[in-house]
């Protein structure tokens, strides 16, 4: 899961990307917004996300000093900005900054989407880089660092999923299991796939669908509640990801449960 924060003056544009995100982008979530660039610049460092898309022109503080500033922390977030088509200028220095995404407005739901994976291509890029050079530094310490164990040796993917089995409901990617398990990113995801015939977003999907299932039919917890509680911040993904794997909307689920 990518954590993406929204920057906008404009609410109408803020709640037009959530829903767009949520509608299209089951891989992201959105975990915060703000409406200039003070604001925006307080809420990344504290809540350091994957992805930040601002617009470039606000109030107070424009997007791109707060993207300057942030740069000067140290921040390793990705940015996306947003500009009309008479602020090409403004677009450019962004690059300068480092910036190598941008939409124009008005969004459309396809631009924004393969501009975000677009983007999520470049941080996996990135992980796996580091993690390559962090097992490089190991084996050059004499330290031992398999990226590829023997199965026979370990278990390694038995131990992934009693991990996510534990904690399903925790923001925790691909590259995080990677990172913990010690091993290359394009490799886990091939050996996952090869020893439990599903890809990792479709076997975290069915564990927390699972529990939902639990929860609707023996709590009396809201619709929303229970989707938060297995990870599912946006109510209307959590309930196109139940009505895919289920076969029916949540309410319907708990309904045909009551009848028992």
Same mark, same amino acid.
């Given at each position: 899961?990518? @954590?993406?924060?929204?920057?906008? $003056?404009?609410?109408?544009?803020?709640?037009?990307?959530?829903?767009?995100?949520?509608?299209?982008?089951?891989?992201?979530?959105?975990?915060?917004?703000?409406?200039?660039?003070?604001?925006?610049?307080?809420?990344?460092? *504290?809540?350091?996300?994957? /992805?930040?898309?601002?617009?470039?022109?606000?109030?107070?503080? $424009?997007?791109?000093?707060?993207?300057?500033?942030? &740069?000067?922390?140290?921040?390793?977030?990705?940015? /996306?900005?947003?500009?009309?088509?008479?602020?090409?200028?403004?677009?450019?220095?962004?690059?300068?900054?480092?910036?190598?995404?941008?939409?124009?407005?008005?969004?459309?739901?396809?631009?924004?989407?393969?501009?975000?994976?677009?983007?999520?291509?470049?941080?996996?890029?990135?992980?796996?880089?580091?993690?390559?050079?962090?097992?490089?530094?190991?084996?050059?310490?004499?330290?031992?660092?398999?990226?590829?164990?023997?199965?026979?040796?370990?278990?390694?993917?038995?131990?992934?999923?009693?991990?996510? /089995?534990?904690?399903?409901?925790? @923001?925790?990617?691909?590259? $995080?299991?990677?990172?913990?398990?010690?091993?290359?990113? @394009?490799?886990?995801?091939?050996?996952?796939?090869?020893?439990?015939?599903? &890809?990792?977003?479709?076997?975290?999907?069915? /564990?927390?669908?699972?529990?939902?299932?639990?929860?609707?039919?023996?709590?009396?917890?809201?619709?929303?509640?229970?989707? *938060?509680?297995?990870?599912?911040?946006?109510?209307?993904?959590?309930?196109?990801?139940?009505?895919?794997?289920?076969?029916?909307?949540?309410?319907?689920?708990?309904?045909?449960?009551?009848?028992?």
């Amino acid at each position: 899961m990518y @954590n993406i924060i929204l920057v906008d $003056d404009e609410m109408g544009i803020i709640e037009g990307l959530k829903v767009i995100i949520g509608a299209y982008l089951p891989e992201c979530r959105v975990i915060g917004s703000a409406n200039d660039g003070t604001e925006g610049y307080r809420l990344i460092l *504290q809540q350091c996300p994957d /992805i930040v898309i601002t617009d470039i022109r606000m109030l107070e503080r $424009d997007g791109l000093e707060m993207i300057e500033s942030l &740069t000067a922390k140290g921040v390793s977030a990705k940015f /996306i900005i947003l500009s009309g088509y008479s602020e090409f200028e403004y677009a450019r220095k962004g690059m300068q900054l480092g910036v190598k995404s941008y939409l124009t407005k008005p969004i459309e739901e396809t631009e924004l989407q393969q501009c975000v994976r677009k983007v999520i291509r470049e941080i996996e890029t990135a992980r796996t880089q580091e993690e390559l050079k962090r097992t490089d530094a190991l084996t050059s310490s004499g330290q031992t660092a398999d990226p590829e164990p023997d199965p026979k040796k370990r278990d390694v993917i038995a131990e992934i999923k009693q991990y996510l /089995i534990e904690n399903y409901d925790q @923001n925790v990617s691909l590259a $995080d299991l990677s990172s913990r398990f010690y091993l290359h990113l @394009n490799y886990l995801s091939s050996l996952f796939k090869e020893k439990t015939g599903q &890809t990792y977003l479709e076997y975290v999907s069915m /564990i927390r669908i699972e529990k939902a299932k639990q929860l609707l039919a023996d709590s009396e917890l809201k619709i929303y509640e229970v989707g *938060q509680k297995v990870g599912y911040y946006d109510t209307t993904h959590f309930s196109k990801v139940f009505e895919k794997i289920a076969g029916c909307k949540p309410s319907e689920y708990r309904r045909m449960q009551q009848k028992r």
